[in-house]
């Protein structure tokens, strides 16, 4: 089975860039690594009071397994732990996504 990661997005294409917040940016990359394909959506999430808990179920539901962003709260960070979701954090601003797919497809 092949890894599929989720990547906080500022816009809605490979070069936007990673959005530094969790449950509340814009999209959300996922990005299925044996396959190399990716799709993005917009945060269903990001405008609700539970963004980052409420996001992170439904990445579960995906089938995500590790999540690339810029910063999550405690709460989101103990969920993560308890589910076994791998969290990966850049603290790169500028970087885009299609550098991120580039580093997993690198490393896979």
């Given at each position: 089975?092949?890894?599929?990661?989720?990547?906080?997005?500022?816009?809605?294409?490979?070069?936007?860039?990673?959005?530094?917040?969790?449950?509340?940016?814009?999209?959300?990359?996922?990005?299925?690594?044996?396959?190399?394909?990716?799709?993005?959506?917009?945060?269903?999430f990001k405008n609700s009071s539970d963004s980052g808990?409420?996001?992170?179920?439904?990445?579960k539901k995906e089938g995500v397994s590790v999540i690339?962003?810029?910063?999550?709260?405690?709460?989101?960070?103990?969920?993560?732990?308890?589910?076994?979701?791998?969290?990966?954090?850049?603290?790169?601003?500028?970087?885009?996504?299609?550098?991120?797919?580039?580093?997993?497809?690198?490393?896979?």
């Amino acid at each position: 089975m092949s890894k599929i990661f989720a990547i906080s997005s500022t816009g809605k294409s490979e070069k936007s860039f990673l959005d530094l917040r969790f449950g509340k940016c814009e999209n959300v990359v996922f990005f299925n690594a044996g396959k190399k394909q990716y799709n993005i959506i917009e945060n269903p999430f990001k405008n609700s009071s539970d963004s980052g808990i409420e996001l992170v179920k439904f990445l579960k539901k995906e089938g995500v397994s590790v999540i690339i962003t810029g910063e999550v709260g405690p709460l989101v960070s103990d969920i993560l732990i308890k589910e076994k979701l791998q969290l990966v954090l850049l603290h790169e601003e500028k970087i885009k996504i299609e550098e991120i797919i580039d580093r997993i497809d690198s490393k896979g």
